[in-house]
């Protein structure tokens, strides 16, 4: 365990006192550039999959596997500040499926600091919640950064800069982005293997929804899902730029997701250095064709690639880590995007 050797520190403070302490602030932006082409500019990316039964796992220790898989050399963590991003939706107590795992997220931080980190950071800015250290201790999440002593940056309210919107999409020509970003080497999205009322799936490019700020967009975000969910999701892919994807599918949820949908075991992690290449192979799992899901679509050839044959599979091949999410078809956006339903 991260940091255990001190806690006398902390004693006399309450988990809410510290993570607030812990809350940072900042200015923002990695950089921003239009993106453009086709999946041949991107030649072949990898993805890795490895099976994981349950949280008790050596959660670490396959990360680091991937890192391997996926050529992460240390020299490329060395020193860095890395800003992990997992789904933080609701606060609901003992309700696994609906956000990243605790367990992942620690196995994150162990894996990047193994690996030479300066600073490991978790940052989320709740969608649903403006009390968003009421979801991070419901979550159980709090309990571990405490424990660990992780610093938590509330994306919500942190300080932030106007940026160029990079995409284009909507018609928003600048976005509002949190400082954390661009004081952070590497930004990592740690999202929950779901499905989704709105996109049909939910995964490291939605994900990015919560690096937006509330105060600035609103709960849920409101302002964003005016513009076209689909074209949100590449203009906040665009111009964020994150690095890395390592996607919690141990416990994912099928159905009415992100929120009211039922539990699913697919029991793997999916890893990769491009995000549409990381949910093509997610949803391929989840038994979803991908060039059914619009904003998977809207980014390939543009932000990577979502074709299997464009795609290096390491770890676990789709076929033998398949298993088929429920899909909802009184909802629109998951309706007919099964791989077995017909063109």
């Not at 928003?172 to 949190?178: I, T």
């Not at 929804?209 to 949100?232: D, S, T």
Request: with cysteine; aromatic share 6%.
């Amino acid at each position: 365990m991260i940091g255990r050797g001190k806690k006398n520190i902390l004693e006399g403070w309450t988990r809410r006192d510290f993570l607030r302490g812990m809350i940072q602030g900042g200015i923002a932006l990695t950089g921003s550039s239009w993106l453009s082409g086709c999946e041949k500019r991107f030649g072949y990316v990898d993805t890795f999959v490895t099976k994981l039964r349950d949280y008790e796992a050596d959660i670490s220790s396959a990360i680091l596997s991937g890192f391997r898989e996926l050529k992460v050399d240390r020299a490329e963590i060395k020193g860095k500040r890395i800003l992990l991003k997992p789904n933080l939706i609701e606060p609901h107590s003992g309700a696994g499926h609906i956000n990243t795992h605790p367990m992942v997220v620690r196995g994150a931080v162990e894996a990047f600091l193994r690996f030479g980190a300066s600073e490991v950071t978790v940052a989320e800015g709740p969608g649903h919640s403006r009390d968003s250290l009421l979801v991070l201790d419901e979550s159980g999440l709090g309990e571990v950064l405490l424990e660990d002593r992780i610093p938590f940056v509330d994306l919500n309210y942190e300080s932030a800069i106007t940026v160029p919107n990079a995409g284009r999409y909507m018609r928003l020509r600048e976005l509002v982005l949190p400082a954390i970003l661009r004081q952070s080497d590497w930004i990592v999205s740690m999202p929950k293997m779901k499905t989704h009322h709105w996109a049909g799936v939910t995964l490291s490019m939605k994900n990015l929804f919560g690096v937006m700020p509330g105060a600035y967009y609103g709960w849920p975000k409101n302002v964003l899902h005016w513009e076209g969910i689909e074209n949100c999701i590449f203009d906040i892919h665009a111009t964020v730029r994150p690095h890395f994807s390592i996607m919690d599918g141990i416990v994912g949820m099928e159905g009415d997701g992100p929120i009211l949908g039922a539990p699913h075991h697919a029991g793997v992690l999916v890893m990769g250095r491009n995000l549409p290449a990381v949910d093509a192979t997610s949803a391929r799992i989840m038994g979803i064709d991908p060039a059914k899901v619009k904003h998977l679509t809207l980014a390939s050839g543009r932000l990577g690639p979502i074709r299997e044959s464009s795609i290096l599979q390491r770890g676990e091949k789709i076929e033998a880590v398949r298993s088929d999410f429920a899909l909802e078809e009184k909802i629109h956006a998951q309706k007919g995007i099964g791989l077995s339903e017909s063109p």
